[in-house]
């Protein structure tokens, strides 16, 4: 049987405006996923990629978590990478994903065309109409892209890595060019982010994985420019904006300039330091160590009530995981979370 939120249905949304709400809400990053038995039987019979664009099979997978767990928000499942598909970027995924001929010129990104959602990744928006139609009721649904800083470290390294040195070494040997990939993946990211609420998503979310590599004053003059025109284009939507920075801590006070409804971060900044920086007008999402899913039940109940305590009873306080759920995750744990955030919440 599906979950329901009976009588708390704008919680999630409610926070997002930070407007008090029934109860506190929750969501987990990565929820629609691999920690869960039934998308591990669905993954056995499937290849991720067609998962993301069959349109049915995406539903599926995003509402999966929803049928086990009274959440109070549903996210698309989908990859970061999929609107780069629609430009014609050609990659494969091993599993993470790996760009055929990585980004390194002004002539390759001069090369790139507009994204047109509708032309270009007309599945993604069919998933979203039938994700709405078989969503609990009134759970909303966040659609997200990846921010540009972040696609830009994937489409000029190739492959994932850990510093993305190749991606950081393009800002400072061709800082022009990468303004111009930048501006280009920003604009991309508004239509493909305006497509999706148009198509029937809620919330909308901005993932910035990897602009915890720069400092702050490469932050300031590269990323933060683009993700302001990412937001810039999506205000006359009037559709909350969530923009995760991971490894944020010392970008907040820049990331307190941004036009967004929410912020949120990884478990390494306190709940409390984060609303003090990015003040009063900002809602944060955030923040429990995906390792502390594997604590036992006493431990796990304390670590909720620390965040908790941590991000204080004003409204504005989306509970999640401080970065996406680990493939090992007991789900019997993920229940317990979700029930111990709405007693204490």
């Known amino acids: 049987m599906a979950a329901t939120v009976s009588g708390q249905e704008s919680a999630f949304l409610a926070?997002?405006?930070?407007?008090?709400?029934?109860?506190?809400?929750?969501?987990?990053?990565?929820?629609?996923?691999?920690?869960?038995?039934?998308?591990?039987?669905?993954?056995?019979?499937?290849?991720?990629?067609?998962?993301?664009?069959?349109?049915?099979?995406?539903?599926?997978?995003?509402?999966?978590?929803?049928?086990?767990?009274?959440?109070?928000?549903?996210?698309?499942?989908?990859?970061?990478?999929?609107?780069?598909?629609g430009m014609g970027i050609e990659l494969s995924f091993e599993p993470a994903p790996v760009v055929r001929e990585p980004i390194r010129t002004l002539a390759q990104v001069e090369?790139?065309?507009?994204?047109?959602?509708?032309?270009?990744?007309?599945?993604?928006?069919?998933?979203?109409?039938?994700?709405?139609?078989?969503?609990?009721?009134?759970?909303?649904?966040?659609g997200f892209a990846g921010a540009p800083f972040t696609l830009l470290c994937y489409l000029v390294c190739g492959r994932p890595s850990k510093e993305f040195g190749a991606a950081r070494a393009f800002l400072y040997s061709q800082p022009d060019t990468a303004?111009?990939?930048?501006?280009?993946?920003?604009?991309?990211?508004?239509?493909?982010?305006?497509?999706?609420?148009?198509?029937?998503?809620?919330?909308?979310?901005?993932?910035e994985s990897w602009a915890g590599l720069l400092a702050p004053r490469e932050y300031a003059q590269f990323a933060l420019p683009a993700v302001r025109r990412t937001a810039a284009a999506l205000r006359r939507l009037g559709v909350p904006l969530i923009y995760?920075?991971?490894?944020?801590?010392?970008?907040?006070?820049?990331?307190?300039?941004?036009?967004?409804?929410?912020?949120?971060?990884?478990?390494?900044?306190?709940?409390?330091?984060?609303?003090?920086?990015?003040?009063?007008?900002?809602?944060?999402?955030?923040?429990?160590?995906?390792?502390?899913?594997?604590?036992?039940?006493?431990?796990?109940?304390?670590?909720?009530?620390a965040v908790l305590e941590e991000a204080g009873s004003a409204p504005g306080h989306i509970f999640n995981l401080g970065h996406g759920i680990w493939p090992d995750t007991d789900p019997d744990a993920v229940a317990r979370l979700v029930d111990q955030v709405h007693e204490r919440g």
Not at 42 to 61: I, Q
Not at 264 to 271: A, H, I, K, M, T
């Open 244 to 305: 995760y920075v991971n490894q944020g801590a010392t970008l907040l006070p820049a990331v307190a300039q941004l036009d967004v409804d929410v912020v949120g971060v990884d478990w390494r900044s306190p709940l409390s330091q984060v609303r003090r920086i990015v003040g009063p007008d900002k809602a944060v999402q955030g923040n429990l160590d995906p390792a502390a899913l594997f604590a036992p039940p006493g431990d796990l109940r304390r670590h909720v009530a």
């Open 111 to 142: 090369a790139l065309p507009a994204l047109a959602a509708a032309r270009d990744v007309p599945f993604v928006l069919e998933s979203i109409r039938l994700v709405r139609a078989g969503l609990p009721r009134g759970v909303p649904l966040i």
């Open 15 to 85: 926070a997002c405006r930070r407007e008090p709400g029934a109860h506190r809400p929750v969501w987990i990053m990565r929820q629609a996923g691999r920690y869960l038995p039934e998308y591990r039987a669905l993954r056995a019979k499937v290849d991720f990629e067609a998962l993301t664009r069959t349109p049915e099979l995406a539903a599926e997978v995003t509402l999966q978590p929803l049928r086990r767990f009274p959440l109070d928000a549903a996210i698309l499942f989908s990859d970061i990478m999929t609107p780069l598909q």
């Open 179 to 207: 303004q111009r990939l930048l501006g280009c993946l920003a604009d991309a990211m508004a239509e493909y982010l305006a497509a999706q609420a148009t198509a029937g998503a809620q919330a909308l979310m901005l993932f």
